[in-house]
């Protein structure tokens, strides 16, 4: 039992000191998204005044995640399709673990197929997949599993570290940036 309520214990301030440095709180609600300027799997480049004007998600991911990151990409579409989110992977190499943006688009298209029937699900055609090392380290963001709504302003109004499986919480969390 004591070394039940030890592990708890530790777990508790792992847990305390992940949260640490994200910027769910209060205090951090009105935290610009810092600017960027990235090349896309789709060959277009995307940066904040490409983005001001229309509240956007960015999903702090990799090319190598496959889980948090699949799960939130499709819970994300589910709860509003066709919402522009931009995938910004936090891994500096390029073509992390040999994977260009382009596969790392096919191989989240791929998630949700199911290959004994041959139904190839939904396709995230409004993701665009780019890098974002630069303003995820500016946020405090080094790895993948986290996911920011921006207001049409620029503002970060939400964040969500860890996943997203319920389309509700997704549309609370993009309610609040609009
Ligand atoms: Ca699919």
């Given at each position: 039992m004591v070394k039940t309520n030890f592990?708890?214990?530790?777990?508790?301030?792992?847990?305390?000191?992940?949260?640490a440095g994200c910027t769910s709180d209060?205090?951090?609600?009105?935290?610009?998204?810092p600017?960027?300027?990235?090349?896309a799997d789709n060959d277009e480049t995307y940066n904040k005044a490409r983005m001001s004007g229309s509240p956007f998600i960015?999903?702090?991911?990799?090319?190598?995640?496959?889980?948090?990151?699949?799960?939130?990409?499709?819970?994300?579409?589910?709860?509003?399709?066709?919402?522009?989110?931009?995938v910004m992977s936090t891994d500096?190499?390029?073509?992390?673990?040999?994977?260009?943006?382009?596969?790392?688009?096919e191989a989240a298209n791929a998630f949700d197929?199911?290959?004994?029937?041959?139904?190839?699900?939904?396709?995230?055609?409004?993701?665009?997949?780019?890098?974002?090392?630069?303003?995820?380290?500016?946020?405090?963001?080094?790895?993948p599993g986290t996911v920011m709504f921006v207001n049409a302003d620029g503002y970060i109004t939400a964040t969500k570290v860890g996943m997203l499986e319920e389309p509700q919480e997704v549309l609370d969390l993009w309610e609040t940036a609009q």
């Open positions: 592990s708890m214990l530790v777990a508790l301030l792992f847990i305390s000191a992940g949260l209060e205090s951090e609600k009105d935290q610009v998204f600017q960027f300027s990235s090349v960015v999903m702090f991911s990799a090319e190598w995640c496959n889980n948090p990151c699949h799960t939130s990409m499709f819970t994300i579409w589910e709860a509003i399709p066709e919402l522009t989110v931009l500096p190499a390029e073509n992390a673990s040999g994977i260009t943006l382009q596969d790392w688009h197929d199911d290959d004994s029937t041959g139904d190839t699900g939904v396709t995230l055609t409004t993701y665009a997949f780019m890098k974002g090392v630069e303003a995820g380290e500016e946020l405090g963001v080094t790895s």
